[in-house]
């Protein structure tokens, strides 16, 4: 199932037991999640009737009491599990429970699980479990730019921007399949654009921002080195040349995101010193320890828009401290 598909199935009123968002997009996820919370719980959202379940602190025995658990305020309960399967070789307890969990979970209307996964083997038993009445939902990137500008088109349907001829095409071609910088230079181009008006293709090419490669090197590598100082010295030196906060944002989720892969034991691809560089880094920090800087990442990206009032340049100070600490 696609996210688009997702949307539909709960516009149209329809709830799974049990929906496996899966996939490298982290941005896809979370807006799965966002939705499925809101379809579960609507405006009855409290804690009594939602439970976060982190894989690498959850024990089988944890996942079943909280899907047993009765409702009760709302009419059903929402359970949210994040990486089954972080920790390496001590998973196997949790993912065993969780595959029976969904089985179970088709005989009943109380409770509706959400996991959240960036790497899965679909050949794993647990994750064949998610086959109907349950779901799969892929959160991959779009591949190629005809997907890349379809997402951008929904996107900007989801935000109420008109878009004009070629718009999306060109946001595709600059940004490619980076969807939080996407997402952060189509709102660049509306503000060009003006208060309701259509976003012409000019509005995109002047609003995106070219980051020097140099630039930014110089900041994921103090930063996955755990160099703060230098970190942060790279950082100022990027917002003070004039480098949008959005960007920057965007090239440190990515490379997290490269470490990420490269900790579950993908090989990363490039130049020969880049994939040692990937690799060295991943080794300074866990598994854990990198999916918490990605939902960081995300959270300093609810901020730069506006939530908590504090100003951009110390969000991402925040953040790059908090990710080369």
Known sequence: MTPDALREELAAGRLRPAYLLAG???????????????????????????????????????????????????????????????????????????????????????????VLASRIDRRSRWVRAFAEPAALVACDPPKGTKAVAAFAVEEAKRQGIPLGAGAAQALAEAVGPQLLRLRSELEKASLLAGPGKRVSRDHVLEAVSAVSDEKVWELTDATFDGR??????????????????????????SQLRKLVRARAGETPRGHPFVVRRIEAQARRQSLR?????????????ERLKGRGGLAADRVLERLVLGLSS
Request: cysteine-free; proline content about 2%; hydrophobic content about 55%.
């Open 289 to 301: 320890r990198l999916l918490a800087g990605l939902r960081a990442a995300e959270e300093a990206d």
């Open 228 to 253: 703060s100082a230098d970190a942060l010295v790279a950082l100022s030196r990027l917002l003070a040349g004039g480098v949008a906060a959005p960007l920057v944002l965007g090239a440190l989720a």
């Open 24 to 114: 490298e997009e982290a941005l896809l996820r979370e807006a799965g999640l966002r939705a499925l919370r809101e379809a579960v719980l609507g405006d009855a959202a409290n804690d009594f009737d939602f439970d976060r379940l982190e894989g690498d602190r959850t024990s089988a025995g944890a996942l079943v009491d909280a899907l047993r658990a009765l409702p009760v305020l709302a009419k059903r309960r929402l359970v949210v599990l994040r990486e089954p399967e972080a920790r390496k070789g001590r998973s196997e307890g949790l993912v065993d429970a969780l595959g029976a969990a969904v089985a179970e979970l088709a005989e009943q209307e109380q409770t509706v699980l959400v």
